[in-house]
């Protein structure tokens, strides 16, 4: 025995609401890379700001060492002066500009981090900008299956819209 089922009423075409859905499906994968770029910049952001911590901590070991050693070069000026002391505190005096140097070297490096750290950081900001607004634009698309209205999916356009533009923004920050 068969059996067949048949819809009757209230489900007629509706061409209007197909558009709307592939309208809301196209939203969504511009939601889903404005995502996915999103994450990728936090990400970098975090990295960043890691590798620059790494080189402050770096810089400041480098200026302990250098103060260590003029601390020991004073010390030892103080001292009766032997052949053995000033050649000690001339190797602490060259070691000590040295570490200088060196840090002066890793400071640059720390700072060129810190500026790449604060570009990942307004990039994200601007990805999580748009992605607000195209979760928004979905969300007021979606609104219309539920009303009928047809300013749902107008308002969803214009605010998709303005997600995608402040995403690309992102992209074009240097």
């Given at each position: 025995?068969?059996?067949?089922?048949?819809?009757?009423?209230?489900?007629?075409?509706?061409?209007?609401?197909?558009?709307?859905?592939?309208?809301?499906?196209?939203?969504?994968?511009f939601?889903?890379?404005?995502?996915?770029?999103?994450?990728?910049?936090?990400?970098?952001?975090?990295?960043?700001?890691?590798?620059?911590?790494?080189?402050?901590?770096?810089?400041?070991?480098?200026?302990?060492?250098?103060?260590?050693?003029?601390?020991?070069?004073?010390?030892?000026?103080?001292?009766?002066?032997?052949?053995k002391?000033?050649?000690?505190?001339?190797?602490?005096?060259?070691?000590?500009?040295?570490?200088?140097?060196?840090?002066?070297?890793?400071?640059?490096?720390?700072?060129?981090?810190?500026?790449?750290?604060?570009?990942?950081?307004?990039?994200?900001?601007?990805?999580?900008?748009?992605?607000?607004?195209?979760?928004?634009?979905?969300?007021?698309?979606?609104?219309?299956?539920?009303?009928?209205?047809?300013?749902?999916?107008?308002?969803?356009?214009?605010?998709?819209?303005?997600?995608?533009?402040?995403?690309?923004?992102g992209?074009?920050?240097?």
């Amino acid at each position: 025995m068969e059996h067949e089922m048949h819809h009757e009423g209230g489900h007629e075409a509706d061409p209007a609401g197909q558009r709307i859905g592939i309208l809301a499906a196209i939203i969504g994968i511009f939601l889903a890379v404005v995502t996915i770029q999103s994450h990728r910049s936090h990400t970098q952001a975090v990295i960043v700001r890691t590798e620059a911590n790494d080189q402050w901590s770096f810089y400041q070991a480098k200026k302990i060492k250098g103060h260590t050693l003029e601390v020991g070069r004073d010390l030892l000026s103080n001292l009766p002066p032997t052949e053995k002391s000033a050649a000690l505190i001339e190797r602490y005096k060259s070691e000590a500009e040295r570490y200088s140097e060196d840090a002066k070297e890793i400071q640059k490096e720390a700072q060129t981090k810190e500026k790449e750290c604060a570009l990942a950081e307004k990039q994200a900001l601007r990805f999580d900008l748009g992605e607000g607004f195209l979760e928004l634009g979905l969300v007021l698309c979606s609104l219309y299956f539920i009303s009928k209205k047809k300013l749902f999916p107008v308002l969803g356009v214009i605010s998709a819209a303005s997600g995608v533009a402040v995403s690309v923004t992102g992209f074009l920050l240097h």
